[in-house]
């Protein structure tokens, strides 16, 4: 099975990539962007017997490894 | 308008971010994973008249600054 992982900062939590990213393309003209934030996009292969258990398994796994609870929430896709 | 930009890394490109999680995950236990891919998730807000304008201008954005289209791919979704 594959789960799609998307780990992004928390609301109110300062983003320096994405302002320096907003930064970069209002220099190169792009006047019409009003703000960008970046995060992670996580594709996890896995075993599992069931969408519930891939889900259960990668949600243990965003808790301990793949994202920084205190300022990153993240969300959950099983695609196939 | 709200458009977010996946960008990962092509078919065959080396992965040392998404290897070394794989291993990371595996020493934690979860020997269920079979690969792990990382890529970037750009959330772009701008000022659009349309939902085409708005994926013109982002595709620009992306060909230029966002992603290395050498080693990269990316997708686009326009979702409000």
């Known amino acids: 099975?594959?789960?799609i992982?998307?780990?992004f900062l928390k609301e109110g939590v300062?983003?320096?990539?994405?302002?320096?990213?907003?930064h970069a393309l209002k220099s190169?003209?792009?006047?019409?962007v009003e703000s960008v934030?970046?995060?992670k996009q996580i594709i996890v292969e896995l075993k599992a017997k069931d969408k519930e258990e891939?889900?259960?398994e990668?949600?243990?796994m965003s808790e301990t490894l793949l994202a920084n609870?205190?300022?990153?929430?993240?969300?959950?896709?099983?695609?196939?």
């Open 1 to 3: 099975m594959k789960a």
């Open 54 to 56: 891939a889900i259960k």
């Open 5 to 7: 992982v998307n780990v």
């Open 14 to 22: 300062l983003d320096p990539q994405g302002k320096a990213t907003h």
């Open 69 to 80: 609870t205190v300022i990153e929430d993240y969300t959950i896709e099983i695609v196939e």
């Open 28 to 32: 190169l003209g792009f006047d019409n």
């Open 58 to 60: 990668v949600s243990q």
């Open 37 to 39: 934030r970046i995060g």
